[in-house]
């Protein structure tokens, strides 16, 4: 079975702190991918990497980063934390772009204060 | 602009009653279309469509693609307090991009 963890389940920040968010896959996939999901909204793609060190931006990179130094572990840094940053965050990795499935972890509940 | 529009947004209903979640789509050069279901947290996967007119089925769940009117349901016969979830629908586009809709969020009362 493919395993996506992330590092943490719930976190809290306060406006302008730095923050870490961490994703580790078990199964060799290639690309790993970070969304977030808010109400109404469903899920949105920060950004993908599809390879070590290769990221793509997706349709709201705007105020995040991403760091994928090996392949099992894609990171997401929000450099600045904001009130509108507050979310359900959200990894998946696939085998390859063509593999359709994404398998996702569970989630990292953000609050920013 | 690609978008995929689920609906209704929301659904409650009694135990034991049918339910069909429609997904529709406007996406460039379409490749697949994905069902997810997302209980309390990581969404897991259901369904891949790729051609019209094919039902998948799994269980009490099936799906089927109609690309000539760029829509997908989802049916959930005889509905069960397990089924309660939000279901997502999801498109991917010829840049291997998920276009995802926002959800329906399914309650099943007992």
């Known amino acids: 079975d493919v395993k996506v963890t992330q590092s943490s389940r719930y976190l809290v920040k306060r406006t302008g702190e730095k923050v870490f968010l961490e994703c580790v896959q078990d199964?060799?996939?290639?690309?790993m991918f970070w969304y977030r999901q808010d109400p109404g909204l469903g899920l949105r793609l920060i950004y993908f990497?599809?390879?070590?060190?290769?990221?793509e931006k997706g349709d709201i990179p705007e105020g995040y980063s991403v760091s994928r130094e090996k392949k099992e572990r894609f990171s997401l840094i929000l450099e600045s934390a904001s009130t509108n940053q507050t979310s359900m965050y959200l990894c998946?990795?696939?085998?390859?772009?063509?593999?359709?499935?994404?398998?996702f972890g569970p989630g990292t509940r953000l609050l920013v204060l | 602009e690609d978008k995929v529009v689920q609906s209704p947004l929301s659904l409650v209903v009694h135990e034991g009653d049918t339910v069909t979640l429609n997904c529709s789509y406007e996406v460039t050069n379409f490749r697949s279309l994905l069902w997810y279901k997302q209980e309390k947290k990581a969404p897991t996967f259901l369904f891949m469509l790729?051609?019209s007119g094919i039902e998948k089925k799994s269980g009490r769940l099936s799906s089927i693609l109609d690309k000539k009117e760029l829509f997908s349901i989802l049916n959930i016969t005889a509905t069960q307090t397990g089924d309660s979830a939000i279901y997502l629908c999801?498109?991917?586009?010829?840049?291997?991009?998920?276009?995802w809709g926002a959800g329906t969020k399914l309650i099943i009362k007992p």
């Open positions: 199964m060799d996939h290639e690309n």
């Open positions: 998946a990795s696939s085998l390859s772009l063509a593999q359709e499935t994404q398998y």
């Open positions: 990497s599809y390879d070590v060190k290769m990221k």
């Open positions: 999801a498109v991917k586009n010829s840049n291997y991009q998920l276009i």
């Open positions: 790729t051609s």
